[in-house]
């Protein structure tokens, strides 16, 4: 009876180790017809899992370190042929913002911005800066054509042109910007009352949009 039963534990055993091995088989061949898999690809006729960008916007907003960069001051031609230093624009706060008048889509959406943001703080001791990154083209007279389109009030819209390898500097140095010809960022640098960064914010980001208002509202 003892050698029944220890066969019968062997068998049993064996069955078991068995059933594990072929579902461990199974598995290193791929998933099986009624398994559920997940995956970043969206198959034919199905809604993506992410719809709406803003369900993954970023709301935070980021803030420059502490030590300084290389260049501290710029001086820039405005559209109406003005020079425009930055110690002018000392004791009120102002939003910088990189641009070129060829571009077909970006640029609109993000003047589109600051014409909202122009509308909002009309009369109010706050300046808008668009500097173009395409300044071989972007002469005063092709700014003032341009700027405009979008009804740019002339003492609180700025449009700024000057030499490219200048205005990359800018770019870099002051704002922190990477900017080359027909490149730039789609942030706008929002500067204090003492010429000091306080953030940069991301315009296509609807909360972060709202939180540069707030600031700018905050400092005026």
Known sequence: MRT???LAAILLVGVVLGLLGRTLRQRSAGPGPEEVVYTSEVAPGEDPVIADRSEI???EVVHPPEDEAWLSRFELTERSGELVKSEDLLGQPYVVSFFFTTCPSVCPQQNQKIKQLQDRFEGEDVV?????VDPEHDTPEVLREYAARFGADEDQWLF???DLTYIRRIGGEIFQQPVDKGFHTEKFVLVDKEGKIEGFYSWPESKQFEK???AISEML
């Not at 808008?128 to 173009?132: G, K, P, R, T, Y």
Request: glycine share 6%; proline share 0%.
């Open 128 to 132: 808008f800066l668009s500097i173009s």
């Open 4 to 6: 029944a039963s220890n």
């Open 57 to 59: 916007a970023n709301e």
């Open 212 to 214: 540069l208002q707030s």
């Open 160 to 162: 700024l042109t000057g």
